[in-house]
């Protein structure tokens, strides 16, 4: 079963702010919410991860709901350059459970930016 | 340069050919992970290890096989290779996730396409 569930695709123009949802209804306590983005074939690339407070960083930023149920990634500038697929996942930190090593990544969205 | 290195990086081949996919990463980290990419159906792991000598199934691990002899290799084996394994595999490897000490970031390689006539 899917631990996360996103949409398959979305638009945004460029210059404006593209919000990614991603529902993860069945976190657990100690699994963290991590984004990663593939641009065309290439190796998927890390974006940004937290566990319940908002994070920010160069690329983007990431709201994670109080519940922890669900989270957007906020890129706040879109380019045409962040046309990619964008992988929501969570990770359980070391020691935290059997399922420590298994990583499921799901089918993404695909984010189209247009002039 | 911190990197993750598959080879090959194409490979076309024929239905039984055993082959090996090499994976090798100098960041000295403990977690590495085979990832298979099919049109529609998004990136499927395969294989995982946590460090040297311990490896498990992923969610698609038929028809593969892993080990882990040294911790900055990874290789994948495919004894009998067949048409379905026809597909984009990508490697990453990462620090073990301790949320206070790193980020657990996954590093993937390039990628490896492979066609299986």
């Known amino acids: 079963d899917a631990k996360t569930t996103q949409p398959p695709s979305m638009d945004c123009a460029e210059g404006r702010a593209a919000n990614l949802p991603c529902n993860h209804s069945?976190?657990?306590?100690?699994?963290?919410v991590y984004w990663y983005r593939q641009i065309h074939s290439q190796g998927p690339q890390y974006i940004i991860h937290?566990?319940?407070n908002n994070e920010t960083n160069e690329m983007a930023s990431l709201i994670i709901t109080e519940d922890r149920k669900s989270s957007t990634l906020i890129l706040p500038h879109a380019t045409l350059r962040d046309t990619a697929v964008y992988y929501c996942i969570v990770r359980v930190e070391f020691g935290g459970g059997t399922s420590y090593g298994k990583l499921t990544f799901g089918q993404g969205t695909i984010l189209t930016v247009h002039p | 340069e911190a990197q993750v290195t598959q080879n090959p990086r194409y490979l076309i081949t024929v239905t039984g050919k055993k082959l090996t996919v090499t994976c090798s990463q100098n960041m000295n980290h403990e977690y590495m992970s085979w990832y298979r990419q099919d049109p529609g159906l998004g990136l499927r792991q395969i294989y995982y290890?946590?460090?040297?000598?311990?490896?498990d199934k992923g969610d698609v691990p038929e028809g593969y096989k892993v080990s882990r002899k040294e911790k900055r290799n990874f290789p994948l084996i495919l004894e009998s290779p067949s048409p379905n394994q026809t597909s984009l595999y990508f490697c990453?490897?990462?620090?073990?996730?301790?949320?206070?000490?790193?980020?657990?970031?996954?590093?993937f390689g390039e990628g490896s396409r492979l066609t299986v006539l």
């Open positions: 069945t976190i657990s306590g100690n699994e963290y």
């Open positions: 290890s946590m460090n040297v000598e311990v490896t």
């Open positions: 937290g566990l319940k």
């Open positions: 990453a490897s990462s620090l073990s996730f301790r949320g206070t000490t790193n980020t657990g970031e996954l590093f």
